[in-house]
């Protein structure tokens, strides 16, 4: 349904070291266009529509709705030659609003 690696949660835990912010994590829809949507991350509280999980102190809200079309859902934290930073893995099935790139200005 929902988990974070252990990579990813201690990467998170490290973030909100010394902070004073509520430790809470969104699981949120962005993206669009040519690429399709994809899953990021962002600080925030929870809404009676969201489902919480909590793991390592941190609380990790989602859109129940979201949730549903998305899950199963994995955040883990990448490290590559080319940089690090953290993947949010699902079954979401949602495609970009262009054919091709070559007719969306947005490309």
Do not use: W
Not at 16 to 30: H, N, T
Request: hydrophobic share 30%; charged share 20%.
């Amino acid at each position: 349904m929902f988990s974070v690696s252990e990579k990813a949660g201690e990467m998170i835990t490290e973030f909100f070291k010394g902070r004073q912010e509520a430790r809470s994590i969104r699981v949120l829809l962005q993206g669009g266009g040519c690429s399709g949507y994809a899953l990021g991350l962002a600080m925030d509280e929870s809404t009676p529509d969201d489902e919480v999980f909590e793991q390592g102190g941190i609380k990790y809200v989602v859109e129940k709705g979201l949730l549903q079309e998305a899950q199963p859902i994995v955040v883990d934290f990448m490290e590559t030659p080319h940089g690090s930073g953290f993947q949010v893995q699902s079954n979401l099935k949602r495609q970009g609003s262009c054919s091709s790139c070559s007719s969306c200005s947005s490309c």
